[in-house]
C-alpha cells in the first residue's frame, strides 16, 4: 500500500517557465517530508525538505509548500531551466519509524527551449 | 571526499548465483541503507543500519542479507539470485534520522 503518491508520471514544461510538481500521502503520522531529483545512471540527490511544523520552505529556484490538511505538498521550480530535466521523487518519514523514508513513483520533468 | 560509492556498477547474474553489493561512505555518517528501485516504483528500502553494529529490515528484506561491517561500509548479499531481484539498487548514508546520501547505484540483471 503506497503511503506516498505522485499521480502525474511526467511534465513538460517550457524553459523559463514553472514547474509545478505534485505529491500526496495517506499517513498523518508523516513528519517530514523531501524531494530528491535524479539523473539517469545517477543516485537521488537532495533538493529540499520541509517539516511539518512549516508549510513553506524556499530554497534559490525551489519552493516547497505543504497542506497537512490535504495530505499534499508540491514542489515549485522557477524559472524552469534545460538542467532541471530530471525524475523528482517525493519522500516521506514519520518519527516512529526511524529514518525510514516512504518514496512516491517520482514525475518525470522534460523542460523544452 | 567521494560522498557514497558502490561496486559494481553493474552485474548479470544466472538465477541460483549468489553477489555481494558493497557500500561505502565517507561522510562518518552513522546510519546507511540499502533501496531498490524498479520501474513505475519508487525506491523501497530493503534494509538500514541505524548504527555501527544494528541491522533491521526494511519494507522488502526477503532475499537478502546485509552487513554493517564498520562505520564506513554497508554490504548486501544476495544468497541465491532471482530474476525477481533484477533492480538497480542504491546505498545510502545519514548522519542521524536527518537527509539522506546517495551512492550512484548498481545495476543487476538476474537470468
Known amino acids: 500500500d503506497q503511503q506516498v503518491k505522485q499521480n502525474s508520471p511526467s511534465l513538460s514544461v517550457q524553459e523559463g517557465r514553472i514547474s509545478i510538481l505534485n505529491c500526496d500521502y495517506t499517513?498523518?503520522?508523516?513528519?517530514?517530508f523531501l524531494w530528491y531529483k535524479k539523473y539517469p545512471a545517477e543516485g537521488p540527490t537532495f533538493l529540499i525538505s520541509?517539516?511539518?511544523?512549516?508549510d513553506k520552505n524556499e530554497d534559490g529556484r525551489f519552493t516547497v509548500f505543504l497542506n497537512k490538511s490535504a495530505k499534499h505538498l508540491s514542489l515549485h521550480i522557477v524559472p524552469s531551466q534545460p538542467g532541471d530535466s530530471a525524475v523528482y521523487f517525493c519522500a516521506a518519514s514519520d518519527p516512529d519509524s526511524w529514518g525510514k523514508l516512504q518514496f512516491g513513483a517520482g514525475t518525470q520533468v522534460v523542460v523544452t527551449p | 571526499n567521494a560522498g557514497v560509492t558502490q561496486t559494481p556498477k553493474f552485474q548479470v547474474l544466472k538465477t541460483g548465483q549468489s553477489m555481494t553489493l558493497q557500500c561505502a561512505q565517507d561522510?562518518?555518517?552513522?546510519?546507511m541503507y540499502w533501496y531498490r528501485q524498479d520501474p513505475g516504483m519508487g525506491l523501497r528500502l530493503i534494509y538500514y543500519s541505524a548504527s555501527e553494529g544494528t541491522t533491521d529490515k526494511g519494507e522488502v528484506p526477503n532475499g537478502y542479507n546485509v552487513s554493517r561491517l564498520n562505520k564506513r561500509e554497508f554490504s548486501l548479499r544476495l544468497e541465491s539470485a532471482a530474476p525477481s531481484q533484477t533492480s538497480v539498487y542504491f546505498c545510502?548514508?545519514?548522519?542521524?534520522?536527518?537527509?539522506?546520501?546517495f551512492g550512484p547505484g548498481t545495476r543487476l540483471l538476474v537470468l
Open positions: 499517513n498523518s503520522m508523516f513528519d517530514y
Open positions: 520541509i517539516s511539518s511544523i512549516k
Open positions: 561522510m562518518n555518517h552513522n546510519s
Open positions: 545510502a548514508s545519514s548522519y542521524l534520522q536527518e537527509t539522506q546520501y
